[in-house]
């Protein structure tokens, strides 16, 4: 088999790249070693940034986004005794959308089986071969057992934090892995409720951050800061909701309870891997870049790096130049390094870990966010996503 972009993972990186080149007259085929209804079911982030949304309808994957979003002017932060409304076209002229990244994932998926590149799940054993030189390769084996050679151009490394792509890269190029682990985890729960608030609280507490945040006008989800040592089992509905009421408590506000339908503990950490680049293998998305929820920006980050591959890939294969690949890694890194600040920087503002003296910082440096105008026009143009080229 021969295709121009041969990518590995069918997450929102592997997936919209492959959407991005066929709009573009590119050919792919997408590799994915799970399921198609395992990809489908992985519950993540929900929060697009304007260019994401713009980048979805751009490449025909609006409809339902535009039907089923729900387009959000602004966030709450929250400190005891305050809660303030940061209004993001007030302060810099865009907005955000909730819509989950599962949702993403089906959309693109759908519209990759129905009339797409080849999206071949379960298949094993994925192993990018000979990507140094200008015919690479990918061997697997597909989901019949059958060992099979993928020929192509390019090979997209978007196989996620835990793939393949990315030690090749950085074996070959003695890349450089920067790492922060955070003393502290997310308890997530998706609850069939209404939200108890009209846009998203990120809620500082003595007990620990919180967060109300939401997927539908049904269906609710929220966050307490919890230590990564800590067992779900360990975290009744009851307790979960007690701890949530709590730290989000606001005289005269009520915090409606319902049904807890998924629950987890997600670790939370910075990670960045330079370069983003070996020969004619990409990576883009997890597989070089983590950053903590707190910002939102995971997803939106794997959106733009793509962008710039696509762009990047396009120029090389249909125009035969190599200026945008070359500049390939060092543009997308530019940009995970802006956006790994400020998630580092909403975490640190937000996450206590029992030290008096940062508790006083953080809660005037909320204080500031929320009664300077240029300090929070500074969280709103970062939170509502930065150009896709900075
Ligand atoms: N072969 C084939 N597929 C693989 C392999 C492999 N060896 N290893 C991993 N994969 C698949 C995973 O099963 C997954 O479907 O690659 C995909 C990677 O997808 P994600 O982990 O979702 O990563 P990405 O597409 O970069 O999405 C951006 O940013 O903050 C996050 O939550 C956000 O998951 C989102 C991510």
Redesign the pocket.
Known sequence: VRTQVGI???????LLLSRMLAVQGIESVV????SRDY?EA?I??GILEQHTVNTLREVGMGARLDREGLEHDGIYLQYPGTRHKLDFPELCGRNVWIYG?SEVVKDLIAAQLDDGPPLLFE?SD?QPRDVDTDSPSIAFTDADGVAQVLECDVVAG???????SRPIVTAATQGTVWERTYPFAWLGILADVAPSTDDLIYAWHPDGFAMHSMRSPSVSRLYIQVDPTEKIEDWSDDRIWEALATRMALPGWELQTGPVTEKSILPMRSFVSSPMRHGRLFL????AH??P?TGAK??N??VADVTLLAQALVRLLAEKETDLVDAYSDKALARVWRCTHFSWWMTSMLHTHGDDFDAQLQLSQLQRVCSSEAAARELAEMYTGLPVAL
């Open positions: 590995i993972g069918a997450g929102p990186a592997g590799l994915e070693n799970r990809v992985r993540r982030a990244q298949v994925v978007t196989d996620g934090f835990h793939g393949v883009a998305g997890d597989a983590i950053v929820p995971g997803l980050l794997a």
